[in-house]
């Protein structure tokens, strides 16, 4: 019999992916978009679940308006946080493992390595210390939850989706005839969501639970991302790189934020291939998508 797993916030660039991910590796899946299901009523997640017999469930629902949850707060907790205390109370019911994703931004920025699942959270704002709250509630009722934290999620499924992705938006202002400005001085690593869903799952089928960082592998500058993006994409608009100072968001973001994944790589996950290799099948998958 195929296992059985719920994927919650599907239509989102890591829920297709994990679905599609899951599919392949033959599971039956139960997908819900948040018009399926808002995983902010605990009456409809719980109801949901109970009718699936499911024995893992993905939760990549979130609110990610970074710079919009410092005026509105408690949106952003509501999703990132509560939500997540639905799940894993539901999760207990039908003895599901929840499988949750959280964020590099749960860190403060002073590092210069890449940070490991031992250092110490110290978010900078509204939409982090949401995410920092949803590692928690998935910790506090669950014994076996696994929780990924992540950084720069890009999927093609991001062409299509309200939020988008740093490469689309890079793409949008390449096609336009003014100068492009990217920080240099914040350094993440932006993570392909269809890498991010393999490895999760591969994380699953080892039966690991807990805390691990899965990112590109490397740190990068947005400057030098950008910088490869459009190397890959055979486009040269006119880059320049600027800084923190110059480049003010309503958001406090931490200036260093990469992630290591030695922990997954330790648990014999695959470690991550180069991310120019990455952005072209990047730019594989989304020509197929754009054809459609
Ligand atoms: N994107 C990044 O750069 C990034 C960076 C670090 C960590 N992460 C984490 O990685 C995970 C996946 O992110 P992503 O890039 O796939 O995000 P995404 O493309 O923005 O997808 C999020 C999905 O969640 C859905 N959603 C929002 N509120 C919901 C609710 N109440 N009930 C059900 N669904 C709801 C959204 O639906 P609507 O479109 O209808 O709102 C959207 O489909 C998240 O946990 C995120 O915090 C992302």
Not at 50 to 60: C, I, L
Not at 160 to 172: D, K, P, S, Y
Not at 179 to 207: C, M, N, Q, Y
Not at 279 to 285: D, V
């Amino acid at each position: 019999m195929s296992r059985r797993a719920v994927v919650f916030g599907a239509a989102g660039q890591l829920g297709i992916e994990l679905v599609r991910e899951l599919k392949e590796r033959h599971y039956s899946v139960i997908a819900w978009d948040r018009r399926q299901v808002d995983i902010t009523d605990p009456a409809a997640v719980e109801s949901a679940l109970a009718q699936f017999d499911a024995e893992f469930v993905f939760n990549s629902a979130a609110y990610n308006q970074v710079d919009v949850a410092e005026q509105e707060p408690q949106a952003a907790f509501l999703v990132n946080a509560l939500a997540v205390r639905n799940l894993a109370l539901a999760c207990r019911q039908v003895d599901a493992q929840l499988i949750h994703f959280s964020t590099d931004y749960v860190f403060d920025g002073r590092a210069r390595a890449p940070y490991t699942e031992e250092d110490h959270p110290h978010p900078l704002g509204a939409y982090a210390v949401s995410k920092l709250a949803g590692e928690l509630y998935a910790q506090a009722y669950l014994e076996n939850s696994l929780v990924v934290r992540t950084s720069g999620v890009f999927g093609p499924g991001g062409l299509a989706t309200a939020r988008g992705n740093f490469v689309e938006v890079m793409l949008r202002l390449a096609a336009k005839p003014n100068p492009i400005r990217v920080v240099e001085d914040h350094v993440a690593s932006p993570t392909f969501a269809p890498l991010l869903a393999a490895r999760t799952i591969d994380l699953v089928e080892k039966g690991q639970a807990g805390l691990f960082h899965i990112g590109a592998g490397v740190p990068v500058s947005w400057f030098h991302f950008a910088q490869l993006i459009f190397e890959v994409a055979g486009v040269s608009p006119t880059l320049l790189s600027t800084n923190e100072r110059e480049y003010r968001t309503v958001a406090r973001r931490p200036q260093y934020s990469a992630l290591s994944n030695g922990k997954m790589e330790r648990a014999g996950v695959a470690a991550m291939p180069p991310l120019r290799d990455v952005l072209a099948s990047y730019f594989e998958q989304r020509a197929t998508m754009v054809k459609k």
